[in-house]
């Protein structure tokens, strides 16, 4: 039997197979230290060290990508556990005081902050973000919908029609009230690399009332030092 198994081992070798390979293919577990013995001095076909390192690199790239689901199912069962803990939250914003104090801090992390302006100016590339900010701010005010205007800023080889299109989906602004795209000069002959970016989606809203509290709201709910 042994001597069998050895044979079929030289074979395998001779044919241009790695030890690795070699175990897999007789479906037993040997040694690498027993096979060095057994195919010692055992010449190697042409082209050996090229495939030894094809298929390296595919070893590599498999334990990369087994890493990396490994990861990204670990930061899956994170999520659901986050998820789960908080799930008491949801509907926790059931009144107008409540989105207001949510809005403010919303608006001061990504809002625009110029006083001059007398008005809200957001902007953000990311759908949910944008969606926030104005699932609260028609929550908590009596909102005007014609003051609303939009902006897509964005790359120069995108489509500006259909990054308009895919904002006024999200944002339920009408086209009509989109400003001209700006698109930014210096992205000029420099392809995107990321295919599902939209831009950023910059929103003005003319109250220079909601504005101002807004700004307001932070400072009387923390009084800093």
Not at 8 to 34: C, F, M, W
Not at 150 to 162: G, H, I, K, L, P
Request: hydrophobic share 35%.
């Amino acid at each position: 039997m042994l001597k069998e198994l050895k044979e079929r081992a030289i074979r395998l070798r001779k044919s241009g197979n790695t030890y690795a390979q070699i175990s897999e293919k007789l479906k037993v577990k040997i040694p690498k230290s027993t096979l060095s013995e057994w195919c010692r001095g055992i010449p190697l076909p042409a082209g050996y060290q090229r495939k030894i390192r094809e298929y390296n690199l595919f070893t590599l790239q498999k334990a990369r990508e087994s890493a990396r689901e490994a990861i990204e199912e670990k930061k899956r069962e994170k999520i659901k556990a986050i998820r789960k803990y908080n799930s008491r939250l949801a509907g926790v914003i059931s009144d107008k005081d409540m989105a207001k104090t949510a809005l403010a801090m919303l608006y001061l992390g990504e809002g625009f902050k110029n006083p001059k302006r007398g008005s809200l100016a957001f902007g953000n590339s990311d759908a949910f973000t944008i969606s926030l900010f104005l699932y609260l701010l028609r929550f908590a005010y009596n909102i005007d919908e014609s003051k609303f205007r939009c902006t897509v800023q964005c790359r120069a080889d995108q489509d500006t029609e259909s990054l308009e299109k895919y904002w006024s989906r999200i944002t339920l602004i009408p086209l009509k009230r989109f400003y001209k795209p700006l698109i930014d000069r210096r992205t000029i002959a420099k392809p995107t690399k990321k295919a599902d970016y939209k831009g950023v989606c910059k929103i003005d809203y003319f109250s220079a009332d909601i504005f101002h509290e807004l700004l307001e709201l932070p400072k009387i709910i923390f009084k800093g030092p």
